[in-house]
């Protein structure tokens, strides 16, 4: 089979390479894949941010694939040869709460991912992809979509009415726009750019702030709440935003720090916090069992993945980098295109 390896860190060493078809254990599926997508988490394992101290090279990256099984191992009950399917990025992590080891059993860096023609999954690692998407959109689910659901669901345990701001336009913050919107919350978007957030209207943010006119955002923010700020913030940028995203805040409000782009470290004025009673959750990704509920909803709800460009499995590194570069919406890899 033809599949990408990284065999050291940059992106000069994401070669293309001919491999074995893998075989699987008892209670495995091999799923021919059809589409993946690309993450900032992708980018950040190739250029050695993403915890390169568990990297064994060469390995198949990225962690985001859709296809269709065509084996199953002698135990496996869930799925059947012809099944459409699309994988869950911690292999091990089925419910409750997360072990200390769940990021050594984590697709497309510790464990082989999906940039390849075939890809082996436990068969708790995969979940059925919706009947309403195609292989394509499918892809863009497991982190960007998935992680928006989490925060917003299983820890946020958001209600229609509720306010929620987002940030930027990036591929998890379109999607936070389109899930926020659809469980029938209010959105603030935020973007430096008038054209996007004019998108982003268009996909269900009913207030939007341009943070480049508005250097102090934090302040329009309680403007356009009448001074009651927001009840759910999706944090992606990190460093000197968490103390704004903290002053935008409704009391007892949610921060569901999602990305770092700007710092991983930031510093915070501790009486702001205990003033608002901040909830401040750290997410990364959530459980099996949170995933299929996501995938069973996206059948019911009204969401369309943003796709911004669809590349072809030779165009792998072209994909990457626009992903570097940045997008409005999400980078697919269609291998049959």
């Known amino acids: 089979m033809k599949a990408w390896q990284l065999e050291n860190f940059g992106l000069d060493n994401l070669k293309q390479v001919e491999l074995e078809k893998p075989e699987i254990a008892e209670d495995q ?29 060469p390995f198949i990256p990225v962690s985001d694939a859709s296809g269709i099984v065509v084996e199953i191992g002698s135990k496996v009950t869930k799925f059947k040869k012809g099944d459409r399917v699309t994988s869950h990025m911690f292999t091990k992590w089925l419910d409750g709460k997360p072990k200390s080891d ?12 999906g940039l390849s023609e075939y890809m082996v999954l436990n068969e708790n690692a995969a979940v059925f992809s919706p009947e309403t998407l195609t292989d394509n959109q499918s892809s863009t689910l497991p982190v960007a979509a998935f992680v928006n659901w989490f925060s917003l669901v299983e820890y946020g345990n958001i209600k229609a009415g509720d306010k929620v701001l987002v940030q930027g336009t990036g591929g998890v913050s379109i999607f936070a726009i389109q899930i926020a919107s659809a469980l029938g919350a209010e959105v603030i978007a935020t973007s430096s750019s008038d054209e996007k957030l004019e998108k982003a209207k268009e996909l269900g943010a009913s207030k939007v702030i341009n943070y480049k006119t508005h250097p102090d955002w934090e302040k329009e ?41 700007e710092n991983m470290e930031a510093n915070v004025n501790l009486f702001a916090l205990l003033a608002k009673q901040a909830r401040i ?26 796709i911004d460009t669809v590349y072809s499995f030779d165009q792998a590194k072209e994909a990457y980098e626009h992903q570097m570069k940045g997008a409005f919406g999400k980078i697919v890899i269609d291998f049959n295109k």
């Not at 700020?229 to 995203?245: F, Q, R, T, W």
């Not at 996206?298 to 943003?306: A, E, R, T």
């Open 281 to 306: 959750q750290g997410v990364n990704l959530g459980h099996h069992r949170a995933f299929e509920d996501f995938n069973k909803a996206l059948d019911q709800i009204n969401i369309d993945p943003v």
């Open 29 to 57: 599926i091999l799923i021919k894949v059809n589409s993946v997508s690309l993450n900032y988490r992708d980018t950040a394992i190739v250029e050695g941010i993403y915890t390169p101290e568990l990297l064994k090279f």
């Open 221 to 261: 923010v309680q403007k356009l709440t009448n001074g009651k700020g927001v009840e759910h913030i999706v944090e992606v940028v990190g460093g000197s935003s968490i103390a704004k995203s903290i002053d935008a805040l409704a009391f007892q409000g949610h921060i569901y720090v999602i990305g770092f782009l």
């Open 102 to 113: 769940e990021q050594s059993h984590a697709l497309g860096a510790t464990v082989d991912g």
